[in-house]
């Protein structure tokens, strides 16, 4: 943040503050304009942003007074640094270098883009040149879309009888203001020449799980406190951040978890937040939906300890058990308020949290027989094929309706039954989520050449957004019975997955899209981005 001040001044003079997110092209201006009233011989403004991480821009900030006469100062454009890695260090004291990307070529030059993956930072090189020669650094915020304020960084010339160049190092997160995983690039310019010539666009990998997340919270609303455009998926893509946090001990994104809660715990009217209404503590008329919230503040729970956090999770899912209904198919709860459907994912998300609030209850005895009363039903539902695997429903005849076998809801099964027999020591539940899971890892309807694949994800199919997100639900349980098992199959399935996302499905921005094999139509987006940040993080915890 910044102020300006203007003193030994008389009554009348004023002071503000000019901010631009161009390099002072333009500017905001009159920013907290105040004057020095009677008596005073100084005054100065309120403070101000220099970052807008909703805008994914840095600005530049001068003061100006009057007094008799405008004058500014210089502008001004703060370090950026992410601990103590700071804008303008020598590359030399770069514990590594790597180049993520080609090198490009100008007129026998050769401009290549550095980083250090460690620790965050780049800087650019120029080779083959001669004296007049220039080499710079390019930032920007979002994805290499707009750079005005972090364009020509370190700008440096070969020297005298020199024939290369390099610019000081730049850091790429911006923690302090909320700006993370920035993207850079390398340019250069001959001397004798006009035109410059740049390197793609790279984000620095610290961890492959840490640069899953710095390329996810680029698409974080922070001043609505969530990832705009879907509601389930925001919370499902919450929980992926908060067991990053659990699993790699990394908690750069635990402030996230509070803008959350806070910004959408109350009401929204229908295309607020979704088509239907939010009616507070995250419920609307999708059951399942307010499932997937009560979840994210669970595990919110078990990072945080904050209470609120549990308490959430107790009025939703006691909102969601008003809709177990043991007069159609003899129990089980309905997937919306219309009551028109009893199917996997609903039944899988309420078992799962009835068993989860019975292990964080002391003394409870409601949520645990609640659980193991779902966890019957759930087994001679039907819900579970011969094969092992779960289909999307129940037909109205409360038979399996033969639907498409998705790994959330087989995901979501290994997870509450592994957490059931944690909490009952009883065997026959983590039989059943051994069950589920082997059945998985052995067809060909979720796993083909040893790698998680939704039926969507193959030929020229495509996902729709909520099935973007399926896949990382799956692993995320997954990695919940490689824990209770110790299995080397499961755990060597969950490193298979994170090696091939990192080496098939990701950018040179770290972006990971929703074929975890690679291959085509392979679009990415924040909802294919949690998934696969699911997988990294959990190999990430083996």
Same mark, same amino acid.
């Given at each position: 943040?910044? +102020?300006?001040?203007?003193?030994?001044?008389?009554?009348?003079?004023?002071?503000?503050?000019?901010?631009?997110?161009?390099?002072?092209?333009?500017?905001?201006?009159?920013?907290?304009?105040?004057?020095?009233?009677?008596? +005073?011989?100084?005054?100065?403004?309120?403070?101000?942003?220099?970052?807008?991480?909703?805008?994914?821009?840095?600005?530049?900030?001068?003061?100006?007074?009057?007094?008799?006469?405008?004058?500014?100062?210089?502008?001004?454009?703060?370090?950026?640094?992410?601990?103590?890695?700071?804008?303008?260090?020598?590359?030399?004291?770069?514990?590594?270098?790597?180049?993520?990307?080609?090198?490009?070529?100008?007129?026998?030059?050769?401009?290549?883009?550095?980083?250090?993956?460690?620790?965050?930072?780049? +800087?650019?090189?120029?080779?083959?040149?001669?004296?007049?020669?220039?080499?710079?650094?390019?930032?920007?915020?979002?994805?290499?879309?707009?750079?005005?304020?972090?364009?020509?960084?370190?700008?440096?010339?070969?020297?005298?009888?020199?024939?290369?160049?390099?610019?000081?190092?730049?850091?790429?997160?911006?923690?302090?203001?909320?700006?993370?995983?920035?993207?850079?690039?390398?340019?250069?310019?001959?001397?004798?020449?006009?035109?410059?010539?740049?390197?793609?666009?790279?984000?620095?990998?610290?961890?492959?799980?840490?640069?899953?997340?710095?390329? #996810?919270?680029?698409?974080?609303?922070?001043?609505?406190?969530?990832?705009?455009?879907?509601?389930?998926?925001?919370?499902?893509?919450?929980?992926?951040?908060?067991?990053?946090?659990?699993?790699?001990?990394?908690?750069?994104?635990?402030?996230?978890?509070?803008?959350?809660?806070?910004?959408?715990?109350?009401?929204?009217?229908?295309?607020?937040?979704?088509?239907?209404?939010?009616?507070?503590?995250?419920?609307?008329?999708?059951?399942?939906?307010?499932?997937?919230?009560?979840?994210? +503040?669970?595990?919110?729970?078990?990072?945080?300890?904050?209470?609120?956090?549990?308490?959430?999770?107790?009025?939703?899912?006691?909102?969601?058990?008003?809709?177990?209904?043991?007069?159609?198919?003899?129990?089980?709860?309905?997937?919306?308020?219309?009551?028109?459907?009893?199917?996997?994912?609903?039944?899988?998300?309420?078992?799962?949290?009835?068993?989860?609030?019975?292990?964080?209850?002391?003394?409870?005895?409601?949520?645990?027989?609640?659980?193991?009363?779902?966890?019957?039903?759930?087994?001679?539902?039907?819900?579970?094929?011969?094969?092992?695997?779960?289909?999307?429903?129940?037909?109205?005849?409360?038979?399996?309706?033969?639907?498409?076998?998705?790994?959330?809801?087989?995901?979501?099964?290994?997870?509450?039954?592994?957490?059931?027999?944690?909490?009952?020591?009883?065997?026959?539940?983590?039989?059943?989520?051994?069950?589920?899971?082997?059945?998985?890892?052995?067809?060909? #309807?979720?796993?083909?050449?040893?790698?998680?694949?939704?039926?969507?994800?193959?030929?020229?199919?495509?996902?729709?957004?909520?099935?973007?997100?399926?896949?990382?639900?799956?692993?995320?349980?997954?990695?919940?019975?490689?824990?209770?098992?110790?299995?080397?199959?499961?755990?060597?399935?969950?490193?298979?997955?994170?090696?091939?996302?990192?080496?098939?499905?990701?950018?040179?921005?770290?972006?990971?899209?929703?074929?975890?094999?690679?291959?085509?139509?392979?679009?990415?987006?924040?909802?294919?981005?949690?998934?696969?940040?699911?997988?990294?993080?959990?190999?990430?915890? #083996?």
């Amino acid at each position: 943040m910044a +102020w300006a001040s203007i003193d030994n001044g008389t009554r009348g003079d004023a002071v503000w503050l000019d901010r631009s997110w161009d390099r002072g092209a333009t500017w905001e201006g009159l920013l907290g304009k105040a004057s020095i009233p009677s008596s +005073w011989t100084g005054t100065r403004t309120l403070m101000y942003n220099i970052t807008d991480p909703v805008g994914h821009r840095r600005g530049w900030i001068r003061a100006c007074g009057d007094a008799a006469g405008v004058t500014c100062t210089d502008w001004v454009y703060p370090k950026v640094c992410d601990g103590t890695h700071c804008d303008g260090a020598d590359p030399a004291t770069a514990p590594s270098d790597e180049r993520p990307v080609p090198s490009t070529t100008l007129f026998g030059r050769a401009i290549s883009l550095h980083v250090d993956q460690r620790d965050a930072t780049a +800087w650019g090189a120029i080779e083959n040149g001669g004296p007049g020669d220039e080499i710079w650094l390019d930032r920007s915020w979002d994805e290499g879309a707009t750079w005005p304020e972090g364009s020509s960084l370190g700008r440096t010339g070969v020297s005298s009888g020199a024939t290369s160049a390099r610019t000081a190092m730049f850091a790429t997160r911006d923690p302090r203001g909320l700006l993370y995983g920035g993207a850079v690039r390398a340019c250069g310019r001959e001397a004798g020449h006009a035109e410059g010539s740049c390197t793609a666009w790279a984000r620095p990998a610290p961890t492959r799980a840490r640069a899953a997340a710095d390329a #996810l919270m680029a698409s974080y609303r922070t001043d609505e406190g969530w990832w705009r455009s879907s509601w389930w998926n925001s919370a499902a893509t919450l929980t992926a951040l908060v067991d990053f946090a659990r699993r790699t001990g990394d908690h750069d994104y635990d402030w996230a978890i509070a803008r959350t809660f806070e910004q959408n715990r109350g009401v929204f009217p229908a295309g607020g937040r979704g088509s239907d209404p939010i009616e507070g503590h995250f419920i609307s008329r999708a059951v399942d939906d307010a499932a997937w919230w009560a979840i994210a +503040w669970l595990d919110a729970y078990d990072l945080t300890h904050e209470r609120r956090y549990l308490d959430e999770a107790v009025t939703i899912t006691s909102y969601i058990h008003t809709f177990w209904d043991t007069g159609t198919c003899g129990g089980g709860v309905w997937w919306n308020r219309e009551r028109t459907y009893k199917n996997a994912v609903t039944n899988g998300l309420y078992l799962w949290l009835t068993t989860s609030l019975h292990q964080r209850l002391p003394g409870d005895t409601t949520w645990g027989t609640r659980a193991t009363t779902a966890a019957g039903w759930y087994l001679n539902s039907g819900l579970i094929g011969s094969s092992g695997l779960v289909n999307d429903g129940l037909t109205g005849g409360c038979a399996n309706n033969g639907q498409t076998v998705w790994s959330y809801n087989q995901g979501l099964a290994i997870g509450a039954f592994t957490q059931l027999w944690r909490s009952t020591g009883d065997d026959r539940y983590r039989s059943t989520a051994r069950r589920l899971a082997d059945a998985a890892l052995s067809s060909p #309807l979720l796993t083909r050449n040893g790698v998680l694949t939704e039926s969507c994800d193959t030929g020229t199919n495509t996902c729709d957004d909520n099935q973007k997100q399926f896949k990382g639900i799956f692993v995320r349980h997954l990695a919940d019975l490689a824990d209770a098992t110790n299995s080397a199959a499961y755990r060597a399935y969950l490193v298979k997955q994170a090696d091939t996302i990192w080496t098939t499905d990701r950018d040179p921005l770290n972006r990971l899209g929703q074929r975890w094999s690679g291959g085509s139509p392979n679009v990415s987006d924040w909802r294919t981005q949690a998934g696969a940040l699911e997988a990294l993080t959990a190999a990430d915890g #083996l």
